[in-house]
């Protein structure tokens, strides 16, 4: 009824029975050990050795500088491709400027020879004609003004001196006649002349005769009498 008894094992000595770690416990602890031993391993034979504190700050400070430059030459870039912006529409519009320009100065050709063929002819002809001319005497000088053309369709300028002999009455009442320097020309189709020149003192002049040669004491190409007003 009470059920059999199982004998018990007596250990005089007292020893207990001691329990090792669990399996699982050894294997993660083993493998813990060789993974920091890997990095270890990789850092030391494979990276790149480490870095001290003083040369972290000589390459954090050298990568600053770079940057540094870097944002430097940035801004030098920009700058100069403003000044190329700039630069480029400041042609552009000089181009325009230049093209107006050209074309005006046609449209005033055009005037001008519009004006010069509505002039009289000079009555004397002669290979340059001295289509006009305006004479100011004041303060002893006087201011001329001359208009001088020739049949040059096509042709070169004509090279040549024009020479005003100025006729008048001096300070005694007396009639004389004052010839001027002469003065270089280069005649196209049209050429005007003008400019002032010194006369002596109480002089009053009259009438210009206007004379073209084709050089100092050369052939006569036109002439013509003008009255001083």
């Known amino acids: 009824m009470l059920g059999e008894f199982k ?10 029975r001691r329990r090792g770690l669990p399996r699982w416990l050894v294997l993660l602890l083993l493998g813990l050990a060789v993974g920091v031993a890997g990095v270890i391993y990789v850092q030391e034979q494979l ?6 504190y003083d040369a972290s700050t000589r390459l954090r400070q050298a990568y600053e500088q770079a940057d ?17 912006d700039a630069a480029q529409a400041e042609r552009k519009t000089l181009a325009d400027q230049l093209a107006a320009s050209r074309q005006s100065v046609e449209q005033l050709r055009a005037d001008v020879a519009a004006l010069v063929a509505a002039l009289p002819p000079d009555p004397r002809g002669g290979a340059v004609a001295v289509r006009a001319g305006r004479f100011r ?12 053309t020739r049949d040059a369709a096509g042709g070169r300028a004509l090279a040549g001196q024009m020479q005003l002999a100025v006729a008048g009455r001096n300070e005694r009442g007396v009639e ?14 049209h050429h ?9 003192s109480g002089f009053a002049p009259q009438q210009v005769t206007v ?3 084709d050089g100092p004491g050369g052939a006569l190409l036109g002439s013509r009498v003008l ?3």
């Open 137 to 148: 005497a004041g303060s002893g000088t006087l201011a001329y003004e001359v208009l001088l």
């Open 47 to 52: 990276l790149p050795p480490r870095l001290s």
């Open 192 to 200: 005007s002349v003008s400019g002032e020149a010194a006369l002596p």
């Open 211 to 213: 004379r073209v040669t």
């Open 176 to 189: 004389t006649t004052v010839t001027l320097p002469p003065v270089a020309v280069s005649i196209g189709t």
């Open 7 to 16: 004998p018990v094992e007596f250990d005089r000595y007292g020893r207990r």
């Open 227 to 229: 009255y001083v007003r």
């Open 68 to 84: 540094a430059e870097r944002q430097r030459l940035a801004a030098e870039l920009a700058e100069a491709q403003r000044q190329r």
